[in-house]
């Protein structure tokens, strides 16, 4: 407890700092005490699978970091002239450090062994920063790694069976949706952004309160809990009428005139994505156990409707901000 009173403060405002930092070292060192703070964060919960995956990560970071301080150098070298190789150098290591696609293939095997918390903040907060840093410096290959983002975060998911892997596959196909979202306003990134974290938390809770890495362990017969599985899995896809729908449709409404090609890719990984979540949760649903039917929680009943409510506000969200 004393160790998170002076960690996790630290964490928020290692981000804080680096985006209000105004030179490339202040960012550079403010990204440096965000991965100490996390990885501390990580061995919070000491287990052999957190020490082996927060050396992994470390060692991953690090080479980011390495990467986008040399580039920083060769910048000031040149007297504030940014050649072609060394502009694309930065937002390269911005996408190692964050598990962006294509650079995405350490996250999966890694982040999947953290704990609870960890992986919240890998998934939410830890994306803030190199996306808004390649939005203000490198906005002409946003909409290219936007892209694909998508493709492989929609692609990658249909093969895994594992919770967290899914998960993981699903913020990298988010990041390609925030990357539409803030290329249309900040409000609007941080609308998606807000409805994204909050699936997200919901998702987790569930995990760590039923210990859940499999969808074949939800075997209850209570189907309180199965429809709560299923919709948060329902709004990470974006069906309506679910939370995720209205932060999605939103984007796509106002992206139509501008980018209608890359609306229409959206769309059409969409159905990937759909069908992967699907795909793990028909089983669930129809599942039974022949245990007796009429017991009743009436307290896990009534923070099961509250969890799916939240879930199926996605078209009062959209009428009221479209």
């Given at each position: ?20 930092s ?24 000491k ?11 470390f ?25 072609n ?15 962006m ?9 890694i ?9 919240f ?9 190199p996306?808004?840093?390649?939005f ?10 936007a ?10 998911g ?47 809770m ?56 890359i ?10 994505t ?9 089983n ?35 009428l009221?901000?479209?």
């Open positions: 407890m004393k160790n998170n009173i002076f960690i996790l403060p630290m964490f928020f405002m290692s981000i804080v700092y680096s985006l209000s105004s030179s490339w070292m202040t960012i550079w060192v403010g990204m440096e005490m965000n991965l100490l703070m996390f990885i501390f964060i990580i061995l919070m919960k287990t052999m699978m957190s020490n082996e995956s927060s050396m992994k990560y060692l991953i970071q690090t080479s980011g970091s390495l990467i986008f301080l040399f580039s920083l150098t060769v910048n000031m070298i040149y007297y504030e002239e940014w050649s190789i060394n502009a694309i150098t930065p937002p390269i290591a911005l996408m190692l450090k964050s598990g696609a294509p650079l995405h293939s350490w996250s999966p095997e982040v999947c062994k953290f704990d609870s918390t960890s992986l903040l890998f998934l939410t907060l830890q994306k803030i920063v996306i808004l840093i390649m203000s410096s490198w906005i002409n290959l946003m909409m290219f790694i892209m694909t983002n998508i493709i492989i975060g929609s692609i990658g249909i093969s895994q069976s594992s919770i967290r892997k899914m998960m993981i596959f699903s913020s990298i196909n988010n990041i390609g949706w925030m990357m539409m979202s803030i290329s249309i306003s900040m409000n609007m990134f941080w609308l998606f952004f807000s409805i994204y974290f909050i699936i997200n938390l919901l998702m987790i569930l995990i760590k309160n039923f210990k859940i890495n499999w969808i074949l362990q939800i075997k209850s017969n209570k189907m309180q809990e199965k429809l709560s599985f299923f919709c948060i899995l329902m709004s990470l896809s974006g069906l309506p009428p679910f939370l995720g729908f209205a932060s999605k449709w939103l984007v796509i409404s106002k992206n139509m005139q501008n980018m209608p090609m609306n229409f890719i959206a769309i059409f990984f969409s159905i990937f759909l069908f992967f979540y699907i795909k793990y949760t028909i669930m649903i129809f599942m039974s156990v022949s245990n007796k039917k009429w017991i009743i929680n009436f307290y896990m009943a009534n923070k099961y409707f509250t969890l799916n409510l939240i879930n199926i506000m996605g078209i009062p969200v959209f009221t901000l479209s």
